[in-house]
């Protein structure tokens, strides 16, 4: 039977990734804080990977933009938005994708399927540098993060509540890890970018809040607080803290056994274990 | 309607490297050709690289920002963000969407 063992929450810059993929200087500490993780994704031994995200106008724009969908496909590839990081292919779970998505459109979540798909970077960063690390199939979840209407904070953690019951419901033999890919608080190319480079974090302590409520465990309280207008103030990429909602939804709400912010970076690292 | 066709060229941008080499060689033409339609005043916009202009007639920030990662209209990275902070000087001087200083809480 299908058991959810862990969870992760990362950011995916591509461009630390890049450095990260080259061995540049600068970004040691994202070094030292991918392969804290990567240590607790190993002990995890996981088989499937369901990696919550916010596709970045690649896989979704002319003929739909799904609120939420699941990639079901025996294999996918990227990236298709940053030709320079690693080129990476990947074998997905399509079995237990499959599973997963009757079992929530079943529970009234309308959960569409992408049976051809690219990765983009928010899943080959992470990917590259952390995830390869072990040897396990991908699950892509898409939550509408960026493009608005985004879907409600309450709504992803149901979302995350109706994959856990799908995963725990299958007698697929798996362990899964969850892991959510994005920010807090990030601007790319808006008015709210820094003063040295076309990117932003208009709202750090947004960010480092979150990353204290969720060190408390306390999930409920992020839910209640990530309303349109702080996403919105927290500048145009913050949608990306659904991502992790739906992850937080998978499980119990506990304190992480490793969690630390990057405040300029509106972003944080965590790991939560969830079963030996 | 359509500054969705702005926020088209810029995705495609990111996704069709035959685009791209389009817009860098003839970009008026490759514009032209863009579908759906660009009106006149997008379409010269977009020539001219006014990316700030663009920004307050509703297009993706996101999307407007790979014209300056893909070097098109006279863009870079840097010169992207010089014209988008020239365009919005005000408000980031009134303010709170001035980064990393808005005190929340």
Redesign the interface.
Known sequence: MAEIVGALGVPHNPFVALALARGDDGVGEARRLYDALASELRAMKPDTIVIVTTDHYNLFFEVSVPIFSIGIAERAAGPSDYPLLPRVDVALDAELAREIQASVVAEDFDVGASRELELDHTITAPLCSMLGTVDAALIPLYVSGSMHPLPSARRCFALGRAVRRAIEGSSLARRVVVVASGAFSFEVGGPRMSEDSHVGVPDAAWAVHVTELLAGGEFERVVAEATPAQLEAAGNASGELLDWLVMLGTFDARPPVFIEAQAAEGHSFAAWRLAP | MSVYAV??VC?RV??EPEFVEALRADPERALRAAQPPLTDEERELLLAGDVGRL?RMGA??????QL?RFELFGLT??E??AR??A??AV??RAS?????Q????
């Open positions: 926020d088209k995705r990111v996704r920004g993706s920030f996101f999307l407007l920002h300056g990275l840097p992207y963000a988008i902070r365009e919005y408000e980031r709170s969407l001035h980064p990393n808005a005190p929340r809480r």
